[in-house]
């Protein structure tokens, strides 16, 4: 979780220096599906401040996007969790954000 915690943090300041509001936030991440559906584990990911931009649009924008960036939509959030990105994404993902804001 402090790994996590750490990188999400990392990923907060790129998208902020580049003028994109973002918070880090706590989260929870499923241990796949199928096997232990109710077992969730401590996790944390970066809320995209959704500036005049509806959450289902910038997930439609990220997911179609080239490479396809993957986030999920929660009360009304884009969150980016930091169990599924590495930090060499981190442009890639701040692009893509900033292309979608404009």
Excluded: C, N
Excluded at 10 to 16: A, D, E, N, P
Excluded at 35 to 58: T, W
Excluded at 87 to 96: L, M, N
């Amino acid at each position: 979780a402090d790994a996590l915690h750490a990188k999400a943090a990392l990923l907060q300041k790129v998208l902020s220096d580049a003028g994109v509001g973002a918070e880090l936030v706590e989260a929870d991440d499923q241990v796949g599906g199928g096997s232990v559906p109710m077992q969730l584990l401590d996790a944390y990911a970066v809320a995209i401040e959704l500036d005049g931009i509806s959450p289902e649009r910038l997930e439609k924008h990220m997911r179609l996007g080239e490479p396809p960036i993957i986030g999920r939509i929660d009360h009304a959030r884009y969150l980016l969790h930091m169990r599924t990105i590495a930090e060499s994404e981190f442009d890639t993902i701040e692009k893509a954000i900033a292309e979608a804001m404009a």
